[in-house]
């Protein structure tokens, strides 16, 4: 069984620029979310997508968007990066059939300078 | 108020120690409840999930207490790999299973 995995797992970017993080399920989970953690802090929910529809989302702005592909895969865009946007980024898949635990990737840790 | 709360540590405890975590959390209708595990700079990692009855999965027991709304961690004979980050998680009753962190409190078993 393959965990959940996420691309790239570092990244710098600068103020102003766009970024894509990618993340692909674990095999037969259905739903991925997505989280922001800040240093010191625990993860925030920023989306879920279920169904390649977005399924529920935190208090992040519309420059915070997604995807989630047919094969559940799933990416997260973020425009106009600001120096906050700085955090670890974490994919988590679950199956809908199977409760509500989720599966962490290990994230992608993005820097904007 | 923080939705999820969680005193922040560190606990500093020596090898063979018993050490007990609680949370607390807002919504009386949260639904699902979860102890995760977060070494330094890793993903967290489920560690357990807290069902009414409570559960216990070796050295480690967790409780839920509905009508003062909070859950609790319990580590009997600690081990220096028991050192982590211990997040409590409350997922949202909205029905997205949305994942609500407290900030973790941090465990440091000493030799």
């Known amino acids: 069984e393959t965990g959940v995995t996420q691309s790239p797992t570092h990244l710098i970017k600068t103020r102003g620029q766009q970024v894509t993080l990618r993340c692909s399920s674990q095999s037969g989970h259905n739903t991925v979310s997505w989280y922001q953690q800040a240093l010191g802090q625990g993860p925030q929910f920023i989306f879920q997508y279920y169904r390649e529809e977005e399924n529920g989302r935190g208090n992040f702005p519309p420059r915070f968007s997604g995807l989630q592909f047919p094969n559940y895969s799933s990416e997260l865009n973020v425009n106009a990066l600001e120096l906050d946007d700085s955090a670890l980024y974490l994919c988590a898949s679950s199956s809908s059939l199977m409760g509500d635990e989720q599966y962490f990737g290990p994230g992608t840790r993005l820097t904007v300078t | 108020r923080k939705e999820v709360e969680q005193d922040p540590g560190p606990f500093n405890v020596p090898e063979g120690a018993t050490v007990a975590f609680n949370c607390t959390y807002s919504n009386s209708a949260s639904q699902s409840f979860f102890w995760y595990r977060q070494d330094c700079r890793k993903e967290p990692k489920l560690l357990m999930s807290?069902?009414?009855s409570g559960n216990e999965d070796g050295r480690f027991t967790a409780q839920l207490n509905r009508a003062s709304q909070y859950i609790s961690l319990l580590i009997r004979d600690s081990k220096l790999s028991d050192s982590a980050t211990y997040l409590c998680?409350?997922?949202?009753?909205?029905?997205?299973?949305?994942?609500?962190f407290g900030t973790g409190t941090r465990l440091k078993v000493l030799a």
């Open positions: 807290v069902y009414s």
């Open positions: 998680v409350v997922s949202s009753p909205s029905g997205t299973y949305k994942y609500i």
